[in-house]
């Protein structure tokens, strides 16, 4: 079983990179992002506080995920809803790093991916991937970027889906995320010393995804 994994911060790219390297590599991409993202999500849909541990919990338990792909791509249900769209409004960015932070959260997601690594080549890309869902993963690498370009990156995505998110509140959300991923108590993002770093602030996607081929293929 050939696993690739690929950490780095919010913004960085990595599930782009991490989709078009799955298909050109011909094996299957798992967003575990967009798990967190649902959990996220099903808290602000219930009115709890993104960071309260107990609230979160309550619910944990009765919570149903599934990941499926459909005519070749990766949709998230959320109890039988497919919330692939509902996931990706820029307010549950937040949601999904704090709710992250509660290990009950990452404990539960974390046995489901590992359970779907074991059953066939994947690309798996997050925050932890490399240093705590498969540390064993065969190619293992940290993408990152500076904030501004991330940011200027994500306003982008924004605008032409016609949400309205000003660049200013989008690099402080990135900048607070990072903090928050890199600080938090249990499993948190890092870059391992078996890593390979690639700072894409510079690279567009086909030249960060013509690095990471040309470290798989050496």
Not at 18 to 34: N, P, Q, V
Not at 57 to 85: C, H, M, P, R, W
Not at 177 to 202: C, E, G, K, M, W
Request: hydrophobic share 40%.
């Amino acid at each position: 079983m050939i696993n690739i994994a690929i950490d780095g911060p919010s913004g960085a790219g990595k599930s782009t990179i991490a989709k078009e390297l799955a298909k050109r590599l011909g094996i299957i991409y798992l967003d575990t992002g967009a798990m967190y993202r649902a959990i996220g999500l099903k808290a602000v849909r219930l009115g709890f506080d993104t960071l309260d541990a107990d609230g979160i919990q309550s619910f944990l338990d009765n919570t149903d995920i599934k990941v499926a792909y459909i005519d070749g791509v990766q949709s998230i249900f959320l109890d039988g809803e497919d919330v692939s769209v509902a996931i990706r409004e820029h307010h549950i960015s937040k949601a999904a790093s704090d709710v992250s932070s509660i290990p009950a959260v990452r404990i539960k997601l974390v046995a489901m991916q590992r359970k779907i690594a074991d059953t066939e080549d994947m690309v798996l890309d997050g925050r932890d991937i490399t240093s705590y869902v498969l540390p064993n993963a065969k190619y293992k690498f940290f993408l990152t970027a500076k904030a501004e370009e991330r940011a200027s990156r994500r306003f982008k995505e924004l605008t032409a889906k016609g949400q309205e998110v000003g660049y200013d509140t989008i690099l402080a959300d990135i900048n607070e995320r990072d903090y928050n991923d890199s600080h938090r108590a249990f499993a948190p993002l890092t870059q391992t010393a078996d890593s390979v770093f690639i700072d894409s602030t510079f690279m567009s996607i086909d030249e960060a995804i013509a690095e990471i081929i040309k470290y798989i293929k050496e």
